[in-house]
């Protein structure tokens, strides 16, 4: 009879230790002691038992197991790990674990040592046996659950911790409350989230932005798209994995989010769509390869990430907006590939197909030189580069647009080729210029836009080539150029704008060789040199003295003398 109690007892502890082994498996929670993301497994000698909030869990062996398991639990969290103890001699063990926040053990111990097992403490690997710690590698940071908001309400303690979401999981509020609740009670609390296994079939508009816990997402394939402002200004997130499922990332979906070092697109992505400022200000990302399904980069889509070295442009990609690339300082490699039909590049320069407009040049430093070919060179390439400290212009740019180079503090010097057929230059073009000294306009141009030499103080000298057809000046186009002396304005002149001149403190001289008095706006010469000397053609002064807003300088109206 006693043999066969044996028996049935050595039976009943080998079904224990397959069922510690498959518990983990099957169930949809399991949760970690929070209060220390990078403690070891402990061995545990509770078998199969329940290890409630108490501290009390049963502890059966197979023979004369006289075995006492204490663990205090102070905070309440559940282990369902399953560590066993499943000695088939005797086993008098006494094992006390501490778990003071309450959180749980995800691994599985398994103690099956035979013989005689006589110990004090069990920690680490329990009683003589083999352990195994389940698919974690001693890691208890690592949490597969099916409620991830819970476990982070559990969280206490500073460190990283990776959340395995299940398909049970599909409340994304719930968990962005969470982190929200978590940022205030443990700033030093980091949460890479893995959802890729989770029920979620969307992420909306604002739901993860300004979380500073996040520091990685990986994002289910049950969602097709990246909401406005999803995971802007995440401080602290590095990484984020996004499937083959996702058809669009959202405006500024990634916007400032200054870790940020490494996006991927898994393979065989059906990506379309990247947003207006969707990655903006993400200053850690040094390099992306945009999936091959990508039609469309958006205006600003990579501004200002200020590490990207290199960027792989697909064939797909029919639409690229203003500025995708603007102030990418570090941009050294554009690579499109050779089958798009509609963009092309040239050592680190984006163009279009043709070769014939400029898109952007991020990397552009010290003396550089416009390829030859291109006709128009895109508004705002260029601006805000420090680094850039003279321009040679090709003949064959006819189109100069907004902002080009404004703002290129240490911009000296621009030299327009011979036969320049340039025609206009956009507004504010040259704006903030500080360090340019000269100026000679091409013959060919016809406008000359607002405000584009607004600001260019170290400005001493404009001249326009001789046959110059220009037409239009534009309104505040010199203002503020306070070492200009004297220039002269072309008979060809109809219209000279508001402010042009203003501010000009050094301005002595100024001869407008049209007969009939152009268009002025209002406050032309205004805040120029008190003895300003207005020269016009002799036959025609009194047309100037009593023409609109030019009446307002009469007294420094003159006949041109040489």
Known sequence: MKK???????????????????????????????????????????????????????????DNGD????????????????????GTGDNDSTNTEDNTSGGSDSGTNENAGTGDNTSGDSTSGGNEGDTD????????????????????????????????????CTDTAAIKDALRALESRQPDARIHL???????????TG???????????????????????????????????????????????FQDCSSLASVTFAEGSRLEIIGENAFYGCSSLASMEIPTSVTSIESFAFMECTSL????????????????????????TIAVDPGNSGYSSRDGILLDKAGETLLAWPSAEGAITIPTGV????????????????????SSVDTIEGNAFAECSNLASVTFHDGSQLASIGEKVFNGCSSLASMEIPSSVTSIGDRVFYGCSSLESVTFAEGSRLEIIGDSAFSGCSSLDSVKIPSSVTSIGIMAFYGCSKLSTVKVEAETPPTLGVSVFNATDDSLKIQVPSSFVDDYKTADNWSDYEGNIEPITS
């Not at 659950?145 to 476990?151: C, K, M, S, Y």
């Not at 960027?311 to 990418?328: K, L, M």
């Open 4 to 62: 066969s109690k044996k028996f049935v007892l050595a039976g009943l502890a080998l079904l224990a230790a397959i069922t510690m082994v498959l518990l983990p498996l099957s169930s949809c929670k399991t949760e970690v002691d929070t209060s220390s993301p990078q403690q070891e497994q402990t061995g545990e000698n509770a078998g199969t038992g329940d290890n409630d909030s108490n501290g009390t869990s049963d502890n059966p062996s197979a």
């Open 67 to 86: 075995s006492t398991n204490t663990e205090d639990n102070t905070s309440g969290g559940s282990d369902s790990g399953t560590g066993g103890n499943t």
């Open 133 to 168: 710690n389940g698919n974690n590698d001693n890691d208890a940071s690592v949490i597969t659950t099916g409620d991830p908001a819970a476990l982070i309400d559990g969280i206490t303690a500073a460190g990283t911790y990776t959340l395995v979401a299940t398909n049970e």
């Open 194 to 204: 893995n959802l890729s296994q989770s029920g979620i079939t969307s992420i909306g």
């Open 207 to 253: 739901e993860f932005q300004t979380r500073s816990s996040l520091v990685g997402v990986e994002i289910p394939a049950s969602v097709t798209s990246i909401g406005v402002h999803a995971f802007s200004n995440c401080k602290n997130l590095a990484s984020v994995t996004i499937p083959t499922s996702v058809t669009s990332i959202g405006n500024r979906a």
């Open 309 to 332: 070295s290199s960027v792989t442009i697909p064939a797909s990609v029919t639409t690229i907006g203003d500025r995708v690339f603007h102030e990418c300082r570090q941009l050294r």
């Open 375 to 394: 006709r128009c060179i895109k508004d705002m390439v260029l601006r805000w580069n420090d680094s850039l400290t003279s321009v040679t212009i090709p």
